[in-house]
């Protein structure tokens, strides 16, 4: 259908107009002598090398053009030969030091020259402690990094030691020369080291002055030349030592065997021994015959001991021991000392419900029940007794076996009166006085009713019988 025949067209747009491009000036053209080259032939891939590389075939060209065939050790001459600079050595350097404070055995000393103090032992002023202020001439021998301190000394320059004769890993025999906080001073092939605490045995170690002097086995476990720094433990061979001898030692073992041991660890309820590559538990109550209120007032660790092997359980690896077996035991005559029926001393060590102990002797203690402190009737032990009171009592049994004995306060306290009784003197009976008979009661008044005379009573006549 064509727009005349719709008389429903739409408007037409009106037409947009199309901007005009304005006319640049023509460029201004060089003349062709000042032109540069063009590079539009070189801008594709790989056309930048290869111009490099013509550019260094162009100069070397031209080097060798001008050099007319001289090298360059005909134009520069021979190379200069320059000597090796002495290396500074690393030993110890000696200077002069100002005492800044001291502080128990260790004197700190200000360095000149550095940012760090350094530390001399005490040991090295036999003269007594140095004053504050005081010059000394010192030797510095290596730097704690520990501490942040320099080791210091005060003897002159240490000496030449030879570091190659240490390494990790080897075993060598260690000369104690001192202690310290951590642990012991040793000297190995002239070459001062350091054994830790931790390191001496195989158990703690308390007590180090009982080491000085004394060669010990160890294996260096550190060994540091450029530091100065070597560490030795002795710990290491006793545990592989141990290890070794343990197999050997089970087999070997029975009950009542006696064997040396030495003190490992001491607890409160015992103390664990060392047979030798074996631990055996000597409890509290085999250490005496006596009670014994903590395990360390006879043992100490590190001490040598005589024990009895008590039990072995091989399935768990357990022992028990015993060292009061090693003595007589007070129990074996006390059936002898202590006869029933006799009275002896002792004093109230344990006050229980049911009664109180006394102690007879060390190791031999006796019970009174509660039944047997009184004839009356007892509510509470300690209305009778206290302990540590002193009481003499009486033995009514003893049984060895069981190491029982059975006491009794209130029959030594009847012993006691009988025995009293016994020893008083005899009294004479006192004689009687004879006593007159009454005389006969005379009535004064006349009875009533009566004719007012006196009336007296006749004389009572006897009847024949």
Known sequence: MSEAENPVAAPASPP????IPKEEPPARREPLSQRPPSLEHEQHYGAGRRMMKDLDADIEREMAEAMGGLTAKDVLGEPIQYKPRAVASDGPKKLVGKVMRIHGPDVFVDVPGGRTQGMLPMTQFPEGPPPIGMEVDITINGYDSANGLLNLSRKGAAETVDWSSVANGMIVEALVTGT????LEVAVNG???FLPVSHIELFRVENLDQYKGQRLKCEITEADPREKNLVVSRRVLLEREREENREKLWAELAEGQVRPGTVRQVKDFGAFVDLGGVDGL?????????RVRSAADVVQPGQTIQVVVLKIDRETRKLSLGLKQLTPSPWDDADEKYL???RVKGKV?????????VELEPAIEGLIHISELSPNRVRRVTDVVKPDQEVEVAVLSVDKAQRR????????LKMKEDAEMANRPAEEPEEEEETPPPKPRVRTTPLRGGTGEKFVFPPLKSTPQ
């Open 349 to 357: 060590s344990r006050v229980m419900e049911f009664g109180a102990f």
């Open 282 to 290: 000597l409890h509290v109550s085999e250490m005496s015959w006596q």
């Open 405 to 412: 004995i059975a006491l009794s306060l209130k029959a030594a």
């Open 340 to 342: 029933p029926g006799t």
């Open 191 to 193: 070459i001062r080291g």
């Open 16 to 19: 947009v107009p199309v901007p």
């Open 180 to 183: 310290n906080k951590g642990g």
